[in-house]
């Protein structure tokens, strides 16, 4: 069985900060990571995904995947208060498998 | 133009009770999912299904059942409902039936089931 962890947080970072969440994966063989976004109250929503062959950079979002130590993360660069929300990591199984989740509080 | 969505958005009953979610997507995506999440933000995945296969994960309680009328529609029933059964269900949907899926998930907006 796949298995994602996370640190749970909360992460706390001032207003302009780099925010980074990382994410341990179990299997060796995933090809592919996705990292969803999670307002309090609302569906998750996905904002990064990357394959196994490369970081990737998305305006102030960045994925990067190291797969010697079977970890993912996201940097978010100038943290804003409207980042503060739940971030989940993602990998796929039978159905996307998700860890439970770093609760990022950013402050003003 | 809603691409997935959930009713009813608040649930609220008593054990014991039968009741049913029904989400619904106009993406044409292949495969629809249920996933629950416990009061811990978890988020588990409860069954994928597409017109020729069911997937349940094993440590879902077979009062749970999806059903499909067709490719855009996946109901959850659930019998006897239970304390434990408390949580956000949402329905989720995506464009691969394959089980290595390269694309995210579009997940509705949770329907929060309150169980008395």
């Known amino acids: 069985q796949k298995e994602v962890e996370q640190n749970s947080g909360p992460l706390s970072v001032p207003e302009g900060a780099i925010a980074s969440l990382n994410c341990t994966y179990s299997?060796?063989?995933?090809?592919?990571f996705f990292w969803y976004r999670q307002y309090s109250g609302k569906s998750p929503e996905l904002i990064m995904f990357?394959?196994?062959?490369g970081d990737k950079e998305d305006g102030r979002f960045t994925a990067q995947l190291n797969k010697a130590s079977q970890y993912v993360s996201l940097l978010i660069r100038d943290s804003q208060p409207s980042d503060s929300a739940t971030y989940l990591c993602a990998v796929p199984g039978t159905a996307l498998i998700f860890g439970k989740g770093t609760t990022l509080s950013v402050s003003s | 133009d809603t691409a997935v969505s959930q009713t009813p958005k608040y649930l609220v009953t008593q054990m014991g009770n039968d009741k049913s979610i029904k989400c619904e997507q106009n993406?044409?995506?292949?495969?629809m999912y249920w996933y629950k999440q416990d009061s811990k933000k978890f988020l588990k995945i409860m069954f994928s299904?597409?017109?020729?296969?069911?997937?349940i994960n094993e440590t879902v309680p077979n009062r749970f059942s999806p059903k499909s009328p067709d490719k855009a529609h996946l109901n959850l029933h659930i019998n006897s409902l239970e304390l434990g059964d408390s949580a956000v269900y949402f329905c989720?949907?995506?464009?691969?039936?394959?089980?290595?899926?390269?694309?995210?998930?579009?997940f509705g907006s949770g329907t929060r089931l309150t169980v008395v």
């Open positions: 989720a949907s995506s464009p691969l039936s394959k089980r290595q899926s390269h694309y995210g998930y579009t």
């Open positions: 299997d060796r063989g995933s090809q592919s």
């Open positions: 299904y597409n017109n020729k296969e069911l997937i």
């Open positions: 990357i394959y196994s062959n």
């Open positions: 993406l044409g995506h292949d495969t």
